[in-house]
């Protein structure tokens, strides 16, 4: 079926690594040297970052409110406005580090998590996977932000936020992401 993801077949056409040299650990992910021989014989050289994954949380009040964060990435120098999210800490499942960010980030709990997704955001170099969950049955708790997160809360309706995107004011990849698979579970219009 053109356009359907097949896994079995995919890792039967994965490359062969050759040659393998760390060229940077940080604390959230590793840069490496591969030297691999492609499906088509190919061979070559090509940077990757090997990351532990992460989870995304699209937090839903009952008045189908999304719980937002506009927060400073200095990477690209701006604010943005995102859904929560994390990387998950060693021996974390994607579940548990889910419940954890979102009391961190927003200082929310949910009594429902449901699994809505999972992307892949640059596939190019990097084998990051996040992991999207809609919560729901939120009860305020206490926000915990680490030392390095600035950041504010925005309530926003689900439909706002999808025009949002549709207006260029929301371009983060798992945020898009995450509200449009939310919008598809919860059969919403925006």
């Known amino acids: 079926m053109h356009g359907v993801h097949d896994r079995t077949r995919t890792s039967t056409l994965s490359p062969s690594v050759k040659q393998l040299s760390r060229v940077y650990q940080g604390k959230v992910f590793s840069l490496f040297k591969e030297r691999v021989v492609l499906p088509n014989g190919v061979v070559t050289d090509m940077d990757t970052i090997r990351h532990p994954g992460a989870a995304a949380i699209v937090p839903l009040l009952e008045d189908r409110h999304v719980v937002m964060i506009r927060q400073y990435r200095h990477a690209i120098g701006e604010f943005l406005l995102e859904i929560p999210a994390g990387t998950l800490d060693k021996g ?98 925006g």
Not at 154 to 173: G, H, N, W
């Open 92 to 189: 974390e499942t994607a579940l548990e580090c889910a419940r954890r960010e979102l009391v961190e980030e927003v200082g929310y709990e949910a009594s429902k998590f449901r699994k809505i997704g999972e992307i892949v955001p640059v596939p190019g170099y990097s084998n990051e996977r996040i992991h999207i969950f809609l919560a729901t049955g939120l009860k305020l708790s206490r926000q915990d932000l680490n030392q390095d997160e600035v950041l504010e809360i925005e309530l926003l309706p689900l439909s706002t936020a999808l025009d949002m995107v549709r207006q260029r004011e929301i371009y983060d990849a798992k945020t898009i992401a995450g509200l449009f698979l939310a919008s598809k579970v919860l059969n919403v219009k």
